[in-house]
């Protein structure tokens, strides 16, 4: 198990992420409610003010997952060193999440520059298989470790705590 330094590192990096997060969301809510910016458009653009404000947002937000995902698989295995993969399968499902988050605005900005329903589809597919080689890629760490994994566990459970 973890020493209470370990936990503080990553507890501390997940809390500044979600207060990160927290914060974006709420000064989103403030901007997106500012009744000036609902009726603020640019001629001939074929974006509002509001569109780009949410798609930079949305990119942001994208970012921050992302980094998060990038440290959490750096700094797991130096914090929990008895399941270093562990970390990788976290990242991996934390990128997947990041996809999700990007999928909205990037098929949003598509449907508003391309008319038609092909570049959607082909956005589709290639968020497939990205979220396919993360699916596989955590599958295939968590075969490879789980036997290491249901050792560990067997020895924890069958040592007595005086010999641990």
């Known amino acids: 198990m973890a020493g209470k330094k370990e936990v503080k590192v990553i507890g501390l990096y997940t809390l500044r992420t979600l207060v990160t997060l927290l914060g974006i969301w709420i000064l989103k809510l403030i901007v997106v409610s500012l009744p000036f910016f609902k009726a603020l458009s640019i001629p001939n653009f074929p974006f509002t003010i509001l569109q780009i404000v949410n798609l930079l947002i949305a990119m942001l937000i994208v970012a921050i997952i992302l980094n998060f995902g990038f440290g959490l698989s750096k700094y797991w295995p130096m914090e929990f060193p008895k399941v270093p993969e562990a970390g990788t ?27 038609g329903s092909e570049a959607v589809l082909i956005l589709q597919i290639a968020f497939l298989v990205i979220s396919a080689l993360l699916l596989v890629r955590a599958a295939l760490v968590v075969y490879i470790s789980l036997p290491k994994w249901l050792n560990s566990l067997r020895d924890s459970i069958t040592t007595p705590p005086d010999l641990k």
Do not use: C, D, Q, R
């Open 89 to 115: 399968v976290l990242a991996m499902i934390i990128f997947l999440i990041g996809l999700t988050s990007a999928y909205g605005s990037v098929k949003e900005l598509l449907e508003t520059l391309v008319e």
